[in-house]
Nanobody, 115 residues
Framework: QVQLVESGGGLVQPGGSLRLSCAASGSIFNIKSMGWYRQAPGKQRELVATITSGGSTNYADSVKGRFTISRDNAKNVVYLQMNGLKPEDTAAYYC?????????WGQGTRVTVSS
């Protein structure tokens, strides 16, 4: 059984920073990519950033230049460093891993950007 455990969410003022972490455990093989998605109230879940096993990254236009995704392949951990946070970044952030034949999701961690 695969488990994704996210941490690092919270309340931050506009312009502040947070670092999200997601640790994957269990029977995980052939991870193709790891990433973060977010869902704001009343909106659809959207891609934030992904990173492949080779280190190639992809970002949503809205976070380019502010967020940085990274991963530790040996530990199956993916990080999301979020700088310059804006109120519109407020959402539940979900970790995702793509493996051969499927995908797994974390339970989500809430990020609130407010003064």
């Amino acid at each position: 059984q695969v488990q994704l455990v996210e941490s690092g969410g919270g309340l931050v003022q506009p312009g502040g920073s947070l670092r999200l972490s997601c640790a994957a455990s269990g029977s995980i093989f052939n991870i193709k990519s790891m990433g973060w998605y977010r869902q704001a109230p009343g909106k659809q879940r959207e891609l934030v950033a992904t990173i492949t096993s080779g280190g190639s990254t992809n970002y949503a236009d809205s976070v380019k230049g502010r967020f940085t995704i990274s991963r530790d392949n040996a530990k199956n951990v993916v990080y999301l460093q979020m700088n310059g946070l804006k109120p519109e970044d407020t959402a539940a952030y979900y970790c995702n891993i793509q493996v051969l034949g499927g995908a797994y999701w974390g339970q989500g961690t809430r990020v609130t950007v407010s003064s």
